[in-house]
């Protein structure tokens, strides 16, 4: 794909949708990363109902750890894998509260030295509380960058390398949720909407549907 197609991709996706963000629901850095360490393997729908019942009882570092992991456990039992992840959370609000007085690093080595964060993690909170141009490499984007050919790679680092490299400097902040709504909403895994894409001349899909 040619750098003239890649930005009328984006200048598409900016067009049709100014403002993006994270579906995830969220007032405060530190509520973005509890949500997006239990969104792993989980809907951002079903994670909004968990946090909707937990944040106005504890949405702190201190308060989320008062609860304990049992405590945590009763607000987030509806989300896939949640003994494991109340257990990264309390742990994670401990180094929060005896490493970083209670605040979000902004930097990447601290954010994945945490209990739950791993690089693409990392990446979310680095573009969506901090703005940084960083590139959040989920499955949507996996799949979309491989198959409209806007940044193929073999895995998610490849892809990640790879769009920070391709993409237009003006759409870094934004990018990566123009793609994941795309991937999530229009080109979607078993049958991608074609018909209703509005960058489908662009795609270089070969097996497009009507």
């Known amino acids: 794909m040619n750098k003239e197609k890649r930005r009328l991709i984006f200048e598409r996706f900016r067009d049709n949708n100014p403002h993006p963000t994270t579906e995830l629901e969220y007032a405060s850095p530190f509520e973005l990363l509890i949500a997006v360490i239990l969104s792993a393997q989980a809907t951002d729908v079903g ?49 929060l509260i005896d490493q ?71 759409f870094l902040i934004d990018a990566h949720h123009w793609l994941i709504l795309h991937g999530r909403y229009v080109c979607k895994a078993r049958k991608p909407q074609c018909g209703s894409c509005l960058i489908e001349d662009l795609c270089e899909y070969k097996n497009k549907t009507d």
């Open 100 to 170: 970083h007085n209670s605040t979000i690093p902004d930097h990447r080595e601290a954010l994945e030295a945490l209990p739950g964060v791993g690089r693409k993690t990392a990446n979310v909170i680095l573009n969506t509380a901090f703005g940084q141009p960083t590139m959040a490499v989920d499955t949507h984007i996996f799949r979309i960058s491989n198959r409209i050919g806007i940044a193929p790679g073999k895995n998610v680092l490849d892809v990640e390398k790879q769009l920070l490299r391709v993409t237009p400097k003006e």
């Open 47 to 95: 994670v909004n109902k968990a946090t909707r019942k937990l944040y106005p009882v504890a949405n702190t570092p201190e308060t989320i750890y008062a609860l304990g992991v049992d405590g945590l456990k009763d607000y987030i039992k509806s989300i896939g894998l949640f003994n494991s992840k109340a257990e990264n959370v309390i742990k994670t609000c401990r180094i």
